[in-house]
């Protein structure tokens, strides 16, 4: 019989040799079509373990056939008329029904035609289940293309770009309860995701598609990148070696030392399990919920803020007050353990703005909840320490609804803003007692960094222009006093102002200004900042691209040579730094070139040859220098930010819009609060 589809005039299927109005039911039915492909599969399993059985019980008489074949092999006779066709297989359970060499010959032939026979099965199960898509795949693009048709069946956003059309939502996002993904409707009707999945994205662990609300679907496909599969899962697979590393050798510790095959913890004396709470949304943005449940639950019931030792006000907000946010928010803000903890530590964290000026102390010792700074800068706290905190405080009076965490972080920027510094750059220490800037040393590497960003990112957080004005005057005094160009190929980079003099070294920290300006550029700006966020992510890759290993040193210097530039003395070494492929991320969001695509791939390449080790991975010491030396640390913010940045990278423009979420400097998403 012919099994297979047709295509009528009407653009319906119908399935060759049947009647047609049972297969237009087929076809048209999701429920109906499973179950007749489960039918198929079932009988299909019946009769492959039939045949093993089959071939067990024959197995057992090998021998004496064996020897009737040797007697007998003059007198066999070709089976031209062999049934070729027929599944029918006589009882060879008892060696009576094997008489002869010739009748075990054409047993033999019989079971050959057999497995041909289920292999043609097969060939045309396979060839329906194609036709079936490609009939779904069509209905896809007739609804596209504005056609109606009265199928309810919902249409579910999955990795290939198929979109919910004509819903209104309550949330931005499915949410995920008892490991399974919904999405609740204005009306109240809740839809379970999971049924809905097609069977080749059931067996792929799904992320939740972040659909942005109140997006018209049309507007929405002209502006996405679509994903490239293969290098988005190859990052995938990077994270579940990393995070299979932490999770076996150092469970409840900040870190792991991949090759010592133990943890250790860096943020106070005793941690906080830094690396499992900064993986939190990158596992959940990869779609690994099994091993996002199993770091939630820990994290809810077992880790605590009582530790001993200094803990940093920003590198524990930033990780760890961000991480849970951020995992609160893309979870459908119902897991009130999250935001539980959040608030815990952001309570903790509220002694430190306790000074005369309001300008925080920049450290903690939790177990004494005592705010303090460290000894050889007792009256003065780093700028980025105290101006990077704003979003995830900011963010936590939205959620908790007290407004006293925005308003002490918010307080800071006043100080600062109110000082009307030249040219908009700060020096890299702040006063506790009077507010002011002190020490002649201005940077966007450390120390200075983030604070830069971070005004911008507040006006997209808050839509406050106030701080869009401030981060503007500070844009104009980084291109006016801080960029320069190399000899002899002109690369953009950002200098140092120290006692008033240049220094041409730039970190790989800085290399986030390429994104940064990206962003903010805007108005009559635009072009200017464009062509600065373009040639500092250049000079950045060429960080990379230059070294021995493909892989960027931590600092570089700008000297009137033949090559550009060189590794700073002292600082050849490279710890899994995110802030190049954090650029190549936005400026891919922002031109869609796929030059930073290609350069991201290339980077990702060569964090993969030389920094994969048997239980993760780990920075080097040297990157002119083969074979490496390792450091053995893998730090967390390689699956917080380096790793979720390439993914993203290689994923969708619509998983975490720009539109709709900031990131925090730690590249945790945030929802925007601007409109």
């Not at 429920?31 to 079932?42: S, Y």
């Not at 150092?250 to 860096?266: L, M, Q, R, S, T």
């Not at 700028?383 to 006293?404: C, D, M, R, Y």
């Not at 991975?617 to 380096?642: C, H, M, N």
Request: aromatic letters at 10%; one cysteine or more.
């Amino acid at each position: 019989m012919e099994f297979g589809l047709k295509e009528n005039q009407g653009g319906r299927y119908l399935c060759a040799g049947g009647p047609s109005i049972y297969f237009k039911r087929l076809l048209l039915s999701k429920k109906r079509r499973n179950q007749f492909f489960t039918a198929i599969f079932f009988s299909f399993l019946f009769l492959s373990l039939f045949v093993f059985l089959l071939f067990s019980s024959f197995g057992g008489q090998s021998q004496d056939l064996n020897q009737k074949r040797e007697n007998n092999q003059g007198n066999l006779k070709d089976d031209a008329d062999l049934n070729k066709n027929s599944l029918q297989i006589p009882d060879i359970s008892s060696s009576s029904s094997l008489q002869n060499g010739e009748e075990a010959r054409l047993m033999i032939q019989k079971m050959v035609n057999v497995e041909k026979e289920i292999n043609s099965i097969k060939n045309q199960i396979s060839y329906l289940q194609k036709k079936l898509n490609q009939m779904e795949d069509n209905q896809r693009a007739n609804n596209n293309n504005g056609n109606q048709n009265n199928n309810k069946d919902l249409g579910v956003p999955s990795r290939r770009g198929d979109r919910i059309k004509e819903l209104e939502f309550e949330m931005a996002r499915p949410s995920i309860e008892n490991g399974k993904q919904k999405i609740v409707l204005k009306k109240g009707k809740e839809i379970d995701l999971e049924p809905l999945r097609d069977k080749e994205e059931q067996e792929k662990e799904e992320i939740p598609v972040l659909i942005p609300p109140h997006v018209p679907q049309n507007q929405m496909e002209k502006q996405l990148g679509k994903a490239d599969i293969k290098k988005r899962d190859a990052v995938k697979e990077a994270m579940k070696h990393a995070w299979k590393g932490y999770e076996s050798f150092a469970w409840g510790y900040d870190e792991v030392a991949p090759i010592k095959k133990k943890g250790f913890n860096w943020l106070g004396n005793d941690g906080l399990a830094t690396t499992m709470v900064d993986s939190l949304d990158t596992l959940l943005i990869m779609g690994l919920n099994t091993e996002y449940k199993k770091a939630r639950d820990w994290l809810v019931s077992n880790l605590q803020f009582n530790g001993s030792g200094m803990t940093s006000l920003m590198e524990a907000t930033i990780r760890v007050i961000g991480g849970f946010l951020s995992a609160y928010e893309l979870t459908g803000e119902k897991d009130e353990g999250l935001l539980g903890k959040a608030k815990e530590l952001g309570d903790l964290f509220l002694k430190n703005f306790e000074t005369p000026s309001g300008i925080p102390y920049s450290t903690m010792i939790l177990n004494e909840k005592r705010a303090t700074n460290p000894s050889w800068s007792p009256f003065e706290s780093p700028l980025s320490e105290v101006t990077t905190i704003q979003l995830e405080f900011i963010a936590l009076s939205h959620h908790t609804g007290n407004p006293i965490y925005k308003e002490k972080a918010l307080k800071v920027y006043d100080i600062l803003n109110d000082q009307n510094v030249e040219d908009g750059l700060f020096s890299v220490y702040v006063d506790v007692n009077s507010g002011k800037t002190s020490r002649s040393h201005i940077t966007l590497g450390a120390l200075g960094d983030s604070f830069y960003e971070y005004m911008l990112k507040v006006f997209f957080m808050t839509g406050d222009s106030k701080w869009e004005k401030m981060y503007q005057r500070s844009a104009k005094g980084i291109i006016d006093k801080l960029i320069h160009y190399s000899s002899p190929n002109k690369l953009t980079f950002i200098a140092e102002l120290i006692n008033g003099n240049i220094v041409n070294k730039m970190d790989h920290l800085v290399c986030f200004a390429g994104g940064m300006f990206g962003m903010g550029a805007k108005g009559q700006h635009k072009e200017e900042h464009m062509k600065i966020a373009t040639g500092i992510t250049e000079t950045c890759f060429q960080m990379y691209a230059r070294m021995k290993t493909g892989i960027a040193p931590e600092i570089v210097r700008f000297e009137t040579n033949e090559n550009d530039f060189h590794p700073s003395p002292g600082a050849f070494h490279y710890i899994l730094r995110p802030e190049t492929v954090e650029s190549l991320f936005y400026m891919w969001r922002l031109t869609h070139n796929q030059k930073y695509r290609d350069q991201g791939w290339i980077i990702f390449q060569n964090l993969e040859k030389h920094l994969r080790v048997e239980h993760g991975y780990s920075g080097i010491r040297d990157v002119q220098t083969i074979p490496v030396q390792y450091d053995d640390e893998q730090r967390s913010f390689f699956l917080a930010e380096t790793l979720k940045y390439l993914y993203l990278l290689f994923d969708d423009d619509e998983v975490i819009p720009l539109d709709k979420y900031v990131f925090n400097t730690e590249a945790h998403p945030l929802l925007r609060r601007d409109s």
